[in-house]
């Protein structure tokens, strides 16, 4: 029995009443349908309404678009829905997780790299106000989940470190600011990433500490925020061996379950161990952490049975409705267990204002956008100013000026569109253009076109005679579904390897992944940017020109724990 009296809830008599009733009147379809948080429809595709009408969702996240596409989008989709609808999308960085032309903020590892609490307020103040304006309600942010591992590919740059005591404070300052506009935080993703040096979107990833070490770090996280009345949490496709053992020690290594599928880890560790009251969703379905660990007919109702609320996308929506309706028909899935779960979900609508006891959405988007871009890009620019880091200048290269060094070879490392769901773009063309409009001689090295005299001839004395610096722009961003965001230098001798570090000077500036000294130690001067949007680009220039001094401090260890990269 889900005591919806308190937290997160806090409901009235009269809206207990109004949940406990809307159960009993909703038919098995409305039920099952409310389970399921769908991908956000494009009106180009599909007949709206006509959606609606069909699968009756609980929820929508959208992916990016333009604004009055979405707001339109969202209004129709509401209008069509017999009970209102979580609307969300991945404010992890800024309005730009739901709006193209919405502010690219910053990453939360910038944030955390200022030291101010009040730039992770502004990060959900800023993404919460222009999704807000579209029609959104929820964002799948704060990430609480702890940088651990350098090597982990997902996380990275996302999270806002390594120390949990950081994570606990920027996280408090952004749900404030994602609640000052009306926008429902869902803390992720539980039990925890950042471990494991894989992707759960490739597989069923490992958190591998052990119970005590799980409760003092993510624990101690997730205990703060559910005590703070944190209405909704995000299960990830990600293991938690020590704890499922520990709640069930006869259990063989071939049970062990990640956690959108974990009753021990649900039910128990995070419901009556951590004593969560609240909404849970899980990640994204189609990742194959999801699907590899049991047939999905089975894992979608195995999902609801370990105590999870909503089914986060699908494969063919069809499909996964009748696994839910049939495992309901075979007792395979009670309905208790299902109303149990629709309670959470109507009562986090009606706590957390989506919806009224008149089955009335609360507030309806206005017509009218105003996004105040600019005055979100002048606080954009603050968090710049305030983040970007130096981490070592051991040969003094800084600052860089033309007079010191006039012709510099720019070599951009990563920049590319491949890899899934980046939020960032292309930064070559904007240092080189910005580096000319202050009198620098810049040359892109062309890997397509590659110089055969110079990679398999040309001496230190070539290499001089085209250029007096090498400025390296690592643009490496975290994606899902890859394997690493390390270095991959060309395979042919590395040819766009600074060989001649030691002899030409050479920077490495990384707009993302703050761990490239691990495949580049000897490098004299290495600056960690954190997010690569326009604001971030002008600050690092005035840094490295000597216009502005250095503020950022490290929010993670940039040496990777290894000697060679401190010298």
Not at 172 to 184: P, R, S, V, W, Y
Not at 524 to 539: E, L, P, Q
Request: charged content about 25%.
């Amino acid at each position: 029995m889900i005591d919806l009296t308190k937290m997160p809830y806090n409901l009235t008599a009269d809206q207990i009443k109004f949940v406990q009733q809307k159960i009993k009147q909703m038919s098995i379809e409305e039920k099952v349908g409310q389970l399921f948080f769908v991908i956000g429809q494009n009106e180009d595709n599909v007949d709206l309404k006509q959606f609606i009408v069909k699968y009756q969702p609980g929820g929508m996240m959208y992916r990016p678009d333009k604004a009055q596409k979405l707001q339109k989008e969202i209004a129709q989709a509401q209008k069509a829905s017999k009970i209102p609808l979580f609307i969300a999308a991945n404010l992890e960085a800024g309005g730009n997780g739901l709006i193209t032309e919405g502010t690219w903020f910053g990453r939360p590892m910038q944030i955390a790299a200022t030291g101010r609490s009040k730039n992770a307020y502004e990060l959900g103040n800023i993404s919460g106000y222009e999704a807000k304006q579209v029609g959104a309600n929820m964002s799948f942010s704060p990430i609480v989940d702890i940088d651990k591992n350098f090597r982990n590919p997902i996380m990275n740059v996302r999270t806002f470190g390594s120390d949990q005591n950081t994570v606990i404070k920027m996280s408090d300052a952004e749900i404030k600011g994602l609640t000052a506009n009306q926008i429902i935080p869902v803390a992720k993703h539980f039990p925890g990433d950042g471990v494991d040096e894989r992707d759960q979107h490739l597989l069923s990833s490992i958190n591998s500490l052990s119970a005590d070490e799980w409760m003092a770090t993510y624990g101690q996280i997730y205990r703060h925020l559910i005590k703070n009345g944190l209405p909704s949490i995000m299960i990830a496709h990600i293991m938690q061996p020590a704890w499922e053992r520990c709640l069930q020690p006869e259990i063989e290594d071939k049970d062990l379950r990640p956690a959108s599928t974990s009753k021990l880890l649900i039910d128990g560790l995070l419901r009556k161990i951590l004593k969560f009251n609240g909404l849970t969703i899980t990640d994204a379905t189609p990742m194959i952490g999801y699907n590899a660990i049991m047939p999905r007919s089975q894992a979608l109702p195995t999902t609801i049975n370990a105590g999870i609320d909503m089914i986060l996308f699908n494969k063919d929506i069809d499909e996964d409705y009748y696994f839910i309706k049939n495992a309901i028909k075979n007792n395979l899935l009670s309905l208790k267990r299902v109303d149990e779960a629709v309670t959470r979900i109507i009562a986090t609508k009606i706590a957390q204002g989506v919806m009224n006891t008149d089955d009335e959405l609360c507030e309806a988007t206005s017509p009218k956008l105003t996004l105040k871009l600019a005055e979100h890009k002048e606080a954009a620019k603050k968090v710049a100013t305030e983040s970007v880091t130096l981490v070592k200048d051991r040969d003094r290269l800084l600052p860089i000026t033309p007079e010191k060094y006039q012709r510099i070879r720019l070599v951009v490392l990563g920049d590319t569109d491949d890899g899934g769901f980046k939020e960032g773009g292309h930064v070559a063309n904007k240092f080189k253009n910005k580096l000319e409009q202050f009198g620098f001689n810049v040359t892109i090295f062309d890997k397509n076109n590659l110089n055969f005299h110079e990679i398999f001839e040309g001496g230190i004395q070539y290499e001089k005679e085209q250029f007096d610096l090498a400025l390296y722009i690592a643009n490496i961003e975290t994606a899902s579904n890859q394997t690493t965001t390390r270095i991959n230098w060309i395979h042919l001798m590395a040819a766009d390897a600074p060989w001649f570090m030691r002899s030409i000077p050479t920077v490495l500036i990384s707009t993302c992944n703050p761990y490239h000294l691990f495949d580049l130690p000897n490098v004299s001067t290495y600056i960690n940017a954190y997010t690569g949007n326009g604001v971030t680009i002008d600050a690092i220039l005035r840094k490295i020109m000597g216009k502005e001094k250095f503020y950022g401090h490290s929010p993670v260890d940039p040496f990777c724990g290894h000697f060679e990269t401190r010298l």
